[in-house]
């Protein structure tokens, strides 16, 4: 299905402190923008995440995902490319919007991001006052750009 | 789990006349041989597979398989990299051991390739009159690599 979402850079991180996330670690079998293919490991849970090329305004991209075991997803992530994700998920809800927002641990410290899921590209949102520049469509930003090229080394 | 196969050239394919066989269109997201990514459309059914990097011997690969609906093999074939494979394949049961055949069409037209899967690297079996040249562990003969590189280009 096709997802849309806006990417900002988190300016301000002391309203996570009351808030418990998870851990992700996720690795890559394909790093090409037009054709992602995802391993994640969620707390207890096991993913693989395939997406396509994002559209022009870069807030949509095809994303197929499906759950797998853990040992599957340990599996997988023994074939993927250098380069592993290590971060937390919080989940928090304004207005009827879930934020993601990813702390990013190991190579990518200090770079924090959050993420909002719209149902349409012309969506409004209320932007919370701990949100910073907007990144959306930046491949810079991919996770998959990330593993390659971690934010420390830029 | 670790697939062990091994894999020949078919020199005369009269022998299948008699059997029916089963159309399949595959399409890499990934043809990095040590992390392979299909998805496959076999008959009426869909498929994602992962591969690893075979072992020495040729003989042994990782392959982690999901059935999918048609829907979705045929969203994910539209994200494949260039060079969709084309061909029929037929089973054929000899002592205990099931042959998969595969006759090639389009670009790779007039290829006809056997494999047989074992238990160990070391069991014996007979190989039937109509078998040629083994190829196993041979990548060019990797369905990933003939989706770049078809047979009639060599």
Chains 1, 2 share one sequence.
Do not use: C
Request: aromatic share 10%; glycine share 6%.
């Amino acid at each position: 299905m096709l997802e849309i979402e806006r990417k900002y850079l988190v300016k301000n991180t002391d309203f996570l402190k009351e808030l418990k996330g998870k851990r992700i670690t996720q690795g890559y079998l394909s790093t090409d923008p037009a054709r992602t293919v995802r391993v994640r490991i969620k707390g207890t849970q096991g993913f693989i995440t395939i997406k396509g090329m994002s559209t022009d305004s870069g807030l949509t991209r095809y994303e197929w995902e499906k759950e797998i075991t853990i040992v599957e997803a340990e599996e997988l992530l023994e074939l993927a490319l250098p380069g592993v994700i290590d971060k937390t998920r919080y989940e928090i809800v304004i207005e009827n919007h879930t934020w993601e927002i990813d702390v990013f641990h190991g190579a990518n410290n200090n770079l924090v991001v959050a993420e909002i899921e719209l149902q349409t590209e012309e969506e409004t949102f209320t932007l919370p006052q701990w949100i910073d520049k907007e990144v959306t469509g930046d491949t810079r930003y991919y996770n998959s750009y990330l593993s390659e090229k971690p934010f420390s080394e830029w």
